[in-house]
């Protein structure tokens, strides 16, 4: 646990200062079938791009957005929060992110969050849903190693962007490496640039109105992988704060001088 939790202090010590604008206290609360979200933070302040968004984001499903009034911030305790029902049913896991306008993350990402049962029924749709656009090749995604994602149309005129989100940790773009279209689908691809050994969830978007989510994907690899994809205090290359999170209490605290964070998950 104490390298775990080294590997975090590193992470908030050297990563770039804009990382370091993070809200230091984040709290996601629970939530049940149809119910209410409630997300809250304060400490630090708010980033320049406003508003704030609530990311919501069901594994294999269509990811939910939240625009945040500006008004949801008190600037006289320097605290938010912010509360939405949650059109999702029971069993149903997801994350939730916090981020700015520019869709960079404000605070820390949730854990992964399962929905609870309960007896309202009133946001649960028996329409069958439409398989999404966009097809990952393969499940199984290792460290520094390429992925392919492919869509069922076919235009260079709008990419598909594509954005991680580590539990715990922080979200994060992924730049494509490559291209091919065979039969009217766009096929890209993308290096992996995640530590083996955490989680990671991938939100697809074209920009023309089409968002996806990924399954939580567990990153694989060992002693012989390549690792020049993973930059020095970056989140995603460190491990050790993966697993310390999922290992520490539900709320701990971590002080850095003039930087104390509390993380707290219900």
Not at 3 to 27: E, H, K, T
Not at 232 to 259: C, E, K, N, W, Y
């Amino acid at each position: 646990m104490l390298l775990s939790l080294l590997g975090l202090l590193c992470f908030l010590v050297f990563a770039p200062r804009s990382a370091l604008s993070l809200f230091q206290f984040v709290s996601y609360s629970r939530v049940s079938q149809c119910g209410p979200f409630n997300v809250s933070f304060n400490g630090g302040m708010l980033p320049a791009a406003l508003p704030l968004t609530l990311t919501v984001l069901p594994f294999n499903s269509t990811p939910l957005a939240f625009v945040i009034p500006n008004s949801a911030w008190d600037n006289s305790t320097n605290s938010g929060s912010f509360v939405s029902l949650l059109p999702i049913p029971a069993g149903v896991a997801l994350l939730a992110s916090l981020d700015d306008a520019a869709g960079n993350s404000a605070a820390l990402i949730s854990d992964v969050i399962q929905v609870q049962p309960s007896t309202d029924t009133s946001c649960i749709s028996f329409n069958t849903a439409a398989p999404g656009p966009f097809q990952l090749e393969n499940r199984a995604v290792s460290q520094c190693l390429p992925f392919r994602v492919s869509r069922n149309t076919s235009s260079l005129d709008y990419l598909i962007l594509t954005r991680g989100f580590i539990p715990t940790s922080l979200s994060f773009e992924l730049q494509w490496t490559g291209y091919f279209e065979s039969h009217g689908v766009d096929t890209f691809t993308y290096i992996m640039d995640v530590a083996e050994g955490l989680h990671v969830a991938l939100l697809f978007d074209d920009g023309r109105g089409n968002r996806q989510v990924s399954d939580l994907l567990s990153v694989q690899g060992g002693r012989s992988s390549p690792s020049g994809c993973l930059g020095p205090g970056s989140a995603q290359s460190t491990a050790a704060a993966q697993d310390g999170a999922q290992r520490l209490s539900r709320s701990v605290i971590f002080a850095i001088p003039g930087f104390p964070r509390l993380i707290r998950f219900h």
